[in-house]
Antibody, heavy 123, light 107 residues
Framework: EVQLVESGGGLVKPGGSLRLSCAAS????????MTWVRQAPGKGLEWVGH??????????DYAAPVKGRFSISRDDSKNTLYLQMNSLKTEDTAVYYC??????????????WGRGTLVTVSS | DIQLTQSPSFLSASVGDRVTITCRAS??????LAWYQKKPGKAPKLLIY???TLQSGVPSRFSGSGSGTEFTLTISSLQPEDFASYYC?????????FGQGTKLEIK
């Protein structure tokens, strides 16, 4: 069974930094494209960014609101995904989910999800 | 960026009802559309991908259709566990945008 468990959330002041982790099990992590998605209180889902597997270059892409402030990385030896968040703003307050980016016959989808970790940015 | 507009934003229905949610894309996305169910405090759940392919383990009362710019998610006979929020997502191009969501409530 695939399990994704996020951690590292908490309360941080505007301008501060936080690093989230996503521990994966039940899958070949090194073969999984991984993503981060967030949901602000009372709002919808928002794609944050993703990281490809090393065989595909290990490249990353980010949503415009977080580009230049957030950084996604992975440690395949630890089956762990990271989200480094710098220069945090109050509008970054959200539950952050990690998920796998699956594909089948060329079609993409976010198939496995963690239960999320809450990040609150407030003074 | 590709914008997705869901309608309605809120839907009130009863157990056993047939309901349909629409998702319109601001430009053509072929069939690169997925649907998710989201309950408070729970992880999102993939229901459908490629516009109409049912994810393994998802009940057959859920179905999806459409291509290009207009898509629908249909629940043929609502069950108590289906009352939740539903989101469409396009995976045609970055950023992988979501619709604003449809909250399905018990009438």
């Amino acid at each position: 069974e695939v399990q994704l468990v996020e951690s590292g959330g908490g309360l941080v002041k505007p301008g501060g930094s936080l690093r989230l982790s996503c521990a994966a099990s039940g899958l070949t992590f090194s073969n999984a494209w991984m993503t981060w998605v967030r949901q602000a209180p009372g709002k919808g889902l928002e794609w944050v960014g993703h990281i490809k597997i090393k065989a595909d270059g290990g490249t990353t892409d980010y949503a415009a609101p977080v580009k230049g402030r957030f950084s996604i990385s992975r440690d395949d030896s630890k089956n762990t995904l990271y989200l480094q968040m710098n220069s945090l703003k109050t509008e970054d307050t959200a539950v952050y989910y990690c998920s796998t980016l699956g594909y089948s016959s060329g079609w993409l989808y976010f198939d496995y999800w963690g239960r999320g970790t809450l990040v609150t940015v407030s003074s | 960026d590709i914008q997705l507009t869901q309608s309605p934003s809120f839907l009130s229905a009863s157990v056993g009802d047939r309901v349909t949610i629409t998702c319109r894309a601001s430009q053509g996305i072929s069939s690169y559309l997925a649907w998710y169910q989201k309950k408070p405090g729970k992880a999102p759940k993939l229901l459908i991908y490629a516009a109409s392919t049912l994810q393994s383990g998802v009940p057959s009362r859920f179905s999806g259709s459409g291509s290009g710019t207009e898509f629908t998610l249909t629940i043929s006979s609502l069950q108590p566990e289906d009352f939740a929020s539903y989101y469409c997502q396009q995976l045609n191009s970055y950023p992988y945008t979501f619709g604003q969501g449809t909250k399905l409530e018990i009438k």
